[in-house]
T-cell receptor, first 117, second 115 residues
Framework: AQTVTQSQPEMSVQEAETVTLSCTYD???????LFWYKQPPSRQMILVIR??????QNATENRFSVNFQKAAKSFSLKISDSQLGDAAMYFC??????????????FGTGTLLAVQP | DGGITQSPKYLFRKEGQNVTLSCEQN?????MYWYRQDPGQGLRLIYY???????QKGDIAEGYSVSREKKESFPLTVTSAQKNPTAFYLC??????????????FGPGTRLTVT
């Protein structure tokens, strides 16, 4: 079974600093997608960034970027110039095809990020 | 604006009662999903549906039921057989054609408390 592991239950960063959230995954598929979702206190899940496994270039969305290490099955999220609004729970997720027909997301347990002013 | 709505935001029920959580989307998405979120466990898939009148069990389907009579709607019933129903429930949808079929869009969630 596919698994996604986030080994940091909680992280803290000073405003304007950079923080990296870790994620490792275990999949036997060759074609897969990885995601980082943000869940602020409102609990609305928001897609932060997406990485296609076949792309060698790391995805970037403004202050958010990933370090995708395919051989190591690692998919970390870097947040630069942290802002108070970045405080949230962050979930890493892996798309599972569950035998071919289905696009399911397998989620990690999340990392709670606090941003200190 | 297109999106997913879930109602109500907070729901309270007595133990032994069935309760139905609503999920509606106007994104014209074919696939819809129900997740349960508990502290420290991330999101776990309850049921999903790829097309109208078809749905499959996820990882924790016991004690839950769904229907998919319309493309826009995917209600979830939490039955009295669910042993620990108190949780936060999230509905999501994704397209199967065009766009990114692997990206799921989420509703605001329903917090269910059973006492």
């Amino acid at each position: 079974a596919q698994t996604v592991t986030q080994s940091q239950p909680e992280m803290s960063v000073q405003e304007a600093e950079t923080v990296t959230l870790s994620c490792t995954y275990d999949t036997s598929e060759s074609d897969y997608y990885l995601f980082w979702y943000k869940q602020p206190p409102s609990r609305q899940m928001i897609l932060v960034i997406r990485q296609e496994a076949y792309k060698q270039q790391n995805a970037t969305e403004n202050r958010f970027s990933v370090n995708f290490q395919k051989a190591a099955k690692s998919f970390s999220l870097k947040i630069s110039d942290s802002q108070l609004g970045d405080a949230a729970m962050y979930f890493c997720a892996d798309r599972s095809r569950d035998g071919g027909a289905t696009n399911k997301l397998i989620f990690g347990t999340g990392t709670l990020l606090a941003v200190q002013p | 604006d297109g999106g997913i709505t879930q109602s109500p935001k907070y729901l309270f029920r007595k133990e032994g009662q069935n309760v139905t959580l609503s999920c509606e989307q106007n994104l014209n998405h074919d696939a819809m999903y129900w997740y349960r979120q508990d502290p420290g466990q991330g999101l776990r898939l309850i049921y999903y549906s790829q097309i109208v009148n078809d749905f499959q069990k996820g990882d924790i389907a016991e004690g839950y039921s769904v229907s998919r009579e319309k493309k826009e709607s995917f209600p979830l019933t939490v039955t009295s057989a669910q042993k620990n129903p108190t949780a936060f429930y999230l509905c999501a949808s994704s397209t199967r054609q065009g766009g990114n079929p692997y990206e799921q869009y989420f509703g605001p969630g329903t917090r269910l408390t059973v006492t």
